[in-house]
């Protein structure tokens, strides 16, 4: 089982949709979570840290459910600027290692007129 | 600020050839990562410093990946003999230190294409 875990898509929403993204994790021990975005060709960028009471940064809310060891992002409003792929992230209890950050494999979003 | 720089941004090489990638992290930060990442797939670390020393290196393919960071600071990837497996983005990341998330910046990545 992939420590972390994607539906990859890909999602296709007009302008205006709300989109909502999951992400489930294996190794109970995780501690910091995390959504990153990431446009074709270019880097990963941090988009958002997501904490077990939940947060929001504008039209985009983050959820963490550690017992159900899930994580989800919701996009109100979606703009054409939001394609792209959004990946699930997670940081690991463990002295020296800890800030290695754990990838999902990405969903995609496209967002159309 | 300037970012993390990576070069080269593409590179192209037959199977069994080597590659090298370099790596320039934000300066002060101690810690640097090299990940690939595949198309469709998320990135994925192949080694870890702490200054000069490595940290993690679990997931690194020792018998033909090799990486290095001398001085603590410029970083080297190196891959011999190269297969078509390893086309994918390298992709360096620094961090101020260990022990927390203190934020990664990532660099624009090199592409790697093995023919």
């Known amino acids: 089982r992939k420590e972390v875990e994607q539906d990859p898509g890909p999602f296709n929403v007009p302008e205006g949709a709300t989109v909502a993204f999951n992400c489930t994790y294996s190794?109970?021990?995780?501690?910091?979570f995390f959504w990153y975005r990431q446009d074709c060709r270019k880097e990963p960028k941090l988009l958002m840290s997501?904490?077990?009471s939940g947060n929001e940064d504008g039209r985009f809310t983050a959820q963490l459910n550690r017992a159900s060891q899930y994580i989800s992002l919701l996009i109100r409003d979606s703009k054409l600027s939001d394609s792209a792929t959004y990946l699930c992230?997670?940081?690991?209890?463990?002295?020296?290692?800890?800030?290695?950050?754990?990838f999902g494999q990405g969903t995609i979003l496209t967002v159309h007129p | 600020e300037a970012g993390v720089a990576q070069s080269p941004r593409y590179k192209i090489i037959e199977k069994r050839q080597s590659v090298a990638f370099w790596c320039n992290p934000i300066?002060?930060?101690?810690?640097l990562y090299w990940y690939q990442q595949i198309l469709g797939q998320g990135p994925k670390l192949l080694i870890q410093?702490?200054?000069?020393?490595?940290?993690?290196d679990s997931q690194l393919p020792k018998d033909r990946f090799s990486a290095e960071r001398l001085k603590g600071v410029d970083s080297t990837l190196k891959i011999q003999p190269a297969k078509l497996e390893d086309s994918a983005v390298y992709l360096c990341?620094?961090?101020?230190?260990?022990?927390?998330?203190?934020?990664?910046?990532f660099g624009s990545g090199t592409r790697l294409t093995v023919v």
């Open positions: 990341a620094s961090s101020l230190a260990l022990g927390r998330y203190y934020g990664y910046t």
């Open positions: 190794n109970s021990a995780s501690q910091s």
């Open positions: 997501v904490y077990s």
């Open positions: 992230v997670v940081i690991n209890a463990g002295g020296t290692s800890y800030g290695k950050l754990t």
């Open positions: 300066s002060g930060h101690a810690t």
């Open positions: 410093f702490q200054n000069n020393g490595v940290v993690d």
